[in-house]
């Protein structure tokens, strides 16, 4: 069974940075994507970045551009999420997903999911 532990979270002041981390276990083949979800309090989550496993190709939410940055090892088993300038609207739970099937946005499209990690960003 697949597992995915996400790390990292904290609390950072506006303008701030972390580094999330998600590390993969319990399957034998990489899946197609990998990805980072956010979801604030009584908001849908969103998502914020994917990572296309076999080239390392990666796309972002239009809200990130420029200030985040996925990346992952060099064995494949663990993705990262360097977040820069961050704002406290980006408050919330981010969550790591893999293997995508249709846009890489959707939700419903994730069929593995971590637990999250609680971001803060406040003053």
């Known amino acids: 069974q697949v597992q995915l532990v996400e790390s990292g979270g904290g609390s950072v002041q506006p303008g701030g940075s972390l580094r999330l981390s998600c590390a993969r276990s319990?399957?034998?083949?990489?899946?197609?994507?990998m990805g980072w979800f956010r979801q604030a309090p009584g908001k849908e989550r969103e998502g914020v970045a994917a990572?296309?496993?076999?080239?390392?190709?990666?796309v972002y939410a239009d809200s990130v551009k420029g200030r985040f940055t996925m990346s992952q090892d060099n064995d494949k088993k663990t993705v990262y999420l360097q977040m820069n300038g961050l704002k406290p609207e980006e408050t919330g739970m981010y969550y790591c997903?893999?293997?995508?099937?249709?846009?890489?946005?959707?939700?419903?499209?994730?069929?593995?999911w971590g637990q999250g990690t609680q971001v803060t960003v406040s003053s």
């Open positions: 997903a893999a293997k995508m099937r249709g846009v890489w946005w959707n939700v419903g499209g994730w069929r593995d």
């Open positions: 319990g399957d034998t083949d990489s899946p197609n994507w």
């Open positions: 990572l296309f496993v076999r080239l390392g190709s990666t």
